[in-house]
């Protein structure tokens, strides 16, 4: 005869089901056994010759106080001193006072401390490493609309821009109608930072001040009294920064990341649930990964580089961006700085034009009015009559023509007109709502990794997720445990650490060893 020795002991409230979702972890089996102890079992028996854990358990128990039993620990001493355990899956009646508990093996409680994980595909897991930027890939995640967060501005006041004026060439007859003071500012074509400007310019001041446009517009009159007026290429204005009308040392300040919430899982610090917008006032804008700024231990800025000319473009990279030290291909451009009108005297305009006309048609009225007074002929008395007449009538006439209007205010140049012309920085945000969503999910089944390396099944305090793809376990163990090892890992298994399968408030730190 066999000596009955195999003890069975059956719990109620164990929180674990065959479809090994949720497991229980422990770092040894100490703690396994030690969590066990804790339990008080619902019953323990000590006449059973060996159990099978896929087979009946048969108990002289009545089936009305079986019902709340889900989980069996059991030990075979005559085979060993292992624990093994399994679930409760259905019961059947037997009798009266007999009940047929139904079980199927917990193989992971049963076996976790005898499998060998290799380096695995691993898709997702709560990460031991969550410093800002370490995790980036595409979750694939609805994310809704952006909300700003934080913003600033480099804007380029009317005070910062100067008024230029153009022209193809200055005449020693220009020269003094100006003057030799404005003469000499006056400067000739040259090339200003590598980019020729082949016409003479000269700065008539500050664009929000009235005397830029009175120093301006004796400027234009000089060339409009020699008839020169088509000598004025433009009038524009360009900014200036120190005495330089053409920098690239002018340093735009971007907002620090801020999110609508406070998450627990710095990845939603980085894009694309938080980034920063560089927008220019002529409409340009680009995105930006925080998490790209400033790599290589260098601190990130975006620079903005003012050219010089008539319809200066101005752009915005950011530096030491993404392991570049200028990133060109992501330059945000601010275009519209006002090509100004200008007005010229339309009378003095036309006199320029048609002075040594009307003196020849003036003096030929005169001389035919005259040769008729002395020959007495009155028809050309009254031919010279005409013209004289007809000279002086044009002149009259002329004293009426209109100013001209030369140039055109653009819809765009608006912004630079009000002062709203620069470049803004927004930093924006995931709303809120969506925010949670996503650090909850985040908090329960971690990043996407998508990389070949060890499975780290104890990473946090309370409970680690991990799922991979072809898990890689060995063991020594029946094959039929090593293939669902495999499968639950693929699918996806939450393993808990608490003894309890609660995720409270969602606060699960990173263990730190040191």
């Known amino acids: 005869m066999v000596t009955p020795n195999t003890i069975v002991k059956l719990y109620s409230g164990i929180p674990c089901d065959p479809t090994y979702q949720n497991v229980l972890q422990w770092d040894s089996v100490t703690e396994q056994n030690q969590f066990f102890a804790n339990k008080v079992p619902v019953a323990t028996y000590t006449d059973f010759q060996f159990i099978d854990g896929t087979r009946e358990l048969r108990i002289k128990r009545q089936m009305e106080n079986c019902y709340h039993i889900n989980y069996v620990a059991y030990q075979n001493h005559r085979y060993g001193n292992k624990w093994f355990y399994a679930f409760v899956t259905d019961m059947r009646y037997l009798s009266p006072e007999s009940t047929a508990l139904i079980l199927d093996e917990d193989v992971w409680a049963s076996w976790q401390f005898d499998l060998t994980f290799n380096k695995s595909f691993v898709e997702r897991e709560t990460v031991s490493n969550d410093a800002i930027g370490a995790h980036t890939l595409d979750e694939g995640l609805e994310t809704g609309d952006y909300v700003t967060t934080a913003h600033s501005y480099t804007l380029f006041k009317p005070e910062d821009m100067r008024v230029i004026i153009a022209m193809t060439g200055v005449p020693d007859y220009i020269k003094q109608e100006l003057g030799e003071g404005v003469v000499a500012q006056i400067q000739a074509p040259s ?15 500050r664009a929000n001040n009235d005397s830029s446009m009175v120093a301006a517009q004796a400027i234009i009159d000089a060339y409009t009294k020699a008839a020169q007026l088509d000598a004025i290429v433009g009038v524009f204005t360009v900014t200036k920064v120190g005495d330089n009308y053409s920098t690239i040392e002018s340093l735009g300040a971007y907002p620090a990341r801020t999110l609508s919430i406070v998450p627990r899982n ?19 804008a680009k995105t930006f990964r925080y998490e790209r700024i400033g ?29 570049n030290n200028i990133d060109i291909q992501d330059q945000v451009s601010l275009s519209g700085f006002p090509v100004l009108p200008w007005v010229n005297n339309g009378y003095q305009d036309w006199l320029a034009k048609h002075k040594y006309s009307m003196a020849t048609e003036f003096g030929a009225g005169l001389s035919t009015l005259a040769i008729g007074g002395l020959t007495g002929n009155p028809l050309a008395i009254a ?36 002062g709203k012309s620069g470049f803004y920085a927004n930093c924006v945000s995931i709303r809120a709502e969506y925010a949670k969503i996503i650090d909850n999910f985040f908090s329960q089944y971690g990043y996407k990794v998508s990389n070949l390396k060890d499975i780290e099944l104890h ?56």
């Not at 400007?197 to 700065?203: C, L, Q, R, S």
């Not at 319809?311 to 990279?317: E, K, M, Q, V």
């Not at 031919?383 to 009538?393: D, E, N, Q, V, Y």
């Not at 997720?465 to 445990?481: K, L, S």
């Open 459 to 514: 990473n946090r305090q309370n409970w680690d997720f991990v799922q991979t793809i072809g898990c890689n376990v060995i063991g020594e163990c029946p094959a039929n445990v090593i293939e669902t090892v495999k499968k639950m890992f693929d699918a996806g298994v939450t393993l808990w650490h608490n003894g309890t399968f609660n995720y409270g408030t969602l606060d699960n730190p990173i263990i730190t060893t040191s």
């Open 191 to 205: 090339i200003v930072r590598g980019i020729a400007f082949p016409v003479y310019w000269i700065e008539c001041g």
């Open 295 to 323: 790599t290589g231990g260098a601190t990130g800025f975006f620079k903005i580089t003012h050219p010089f000319g008539m319809r200066p473009t101005l752009s915005a990279t950011m530096e030491n961006y993404a392991g």
């Open 383 to 418: 031919g010279g009559i005409t013209a004289t007449l007809g000279s002086l009538s044009k002149v009259a006439q002329a004293e009426h023509i209109p100013n001209n209007l030369n140039g055109t205010i653009e819809s765009s140049d608006a912004n630079a007109i009000s």
């Open 266 to 284: 710095n990845k939603l610090y980085c894009y694309p649930y938080c980034a920063l917008n560089i927008i220019s006032s002529s409409g340009d």
